[in-house]
């Protein structure tokens, strides 16, 4: 089985930054995605680690600790549009090299002028 | 980039009926479709995985006679709500793969009322 844990609500202020962080238990991991979600609307990407280490990609980065099974999504010069749930998912893979991506709860982030 | 088309994005039905919702890879080859369901305030649970031109692998807890996913083509998966009751009410969305296409793309999401 899979266990993606996260913060359920944070709030943080227009120009400060936020870290978001993620723990996970899975089997076969092959992979942690982050994706930003707007209320009513679908999932759009923001970063991907495979490897352990910090990938950075203009205002948002991401990291990936695999002995630790930890990962955190840092957002800087936050901004009101950055208002929105923010989803940890790992890519499981399994034999025969079927896979799958399990989403955590989310973390709502209210960001406040 | 890769874009993934889903309709229809707003559907309302009768309790009892059927509902269709199509998911397209529009540039690339899926070959495999990924469908999620989404209550309020919760996050994407995955449905079933399907690949093309076999049948697809439901998730523990989902009715596979309810809730029945065609992958026939390289660019359409459909999954086809039976008999839907206001439980079913919720938002889906679709997600796409590709062999050349190593990441997730979604679509737009349908949001489904059951009256």
């Known amino acids: 089985g899979q266990n993606i844990d996260q913060p359920t609500e944070m709030t943080a202020t227009e120009g400060a930054i936020v870290q978001i962080n993620c723990t996970y238990q899975?089997?076969?991991?092959?992979?942690l995605f982050w994706y930003q979600q707007h209320a009513g609307e679908a999932p759009t990407f923001l970063s991907y680690?495979?490897?352990?280490g910090l990938e950075e990609k203009g205002r948002f980065s991401s990291f990936l600790s695999r002995s630790k099974g930890y990962s955190y999504l840092l957002l800087k010069e936050l901004q009101m549009k950055d208002s929105a749930s923010y989803l940890c998912?790992?890519?499981?893979?399994?034999?025969?090299?079927?896979?799958?991506?399990?989403f955590g709860a989310g973390t709502r982030l209210a960001v406040h002028p | 980039g890769a874009v993934v088309s889903q309709h229809p994005s707003r559907v309302i039905c009768k309790s009892g009926t059927s509902v269709k919702i199509e998911c397209r890879s529009l540039?690339?080859?899926?070959?495999?479709m990924f469908w999620y369901r989404q209550f309020p305030k919760q996050s994407l649970m995955l449905m079933a995985t399907?690949?093309?031109?076999?049948?697809?692998?439901?998730e523990q807890g989902v009715e596979k006679d309810k809730f029945l996913i065609n992958h026939a083509s390289l660019t359409l998966s459909t999954l086809t709500v039976t008999s839907a009751h206001p439980e079913d009410s919720s938002f889906y969305i679709c997600?796409?793969?590709?062999?050349?296409?190593?990441?997730?793309?979604f679509g737009s999401g349908t949001r489904l009322t059951v009256v």
């Open positions: 997600s796409a793969r590709g062999d050349a296409h190593q990441g997730y793309t």
């Open positions: 680690n495979v490897l352990d």
């Open positions: 998912a790992v890519r499981e893979v399994f034999s025969g090299g079927y896979n799958k991506l399990i």
């Open positions: 899975t089997s076969g991991f092959n992979g």
């Open positions: 399907s690949n093309e031109g076999s049948k697809a692998t439901y």
């Open positions: 540039d690339f080859q899926a070959t495999t």
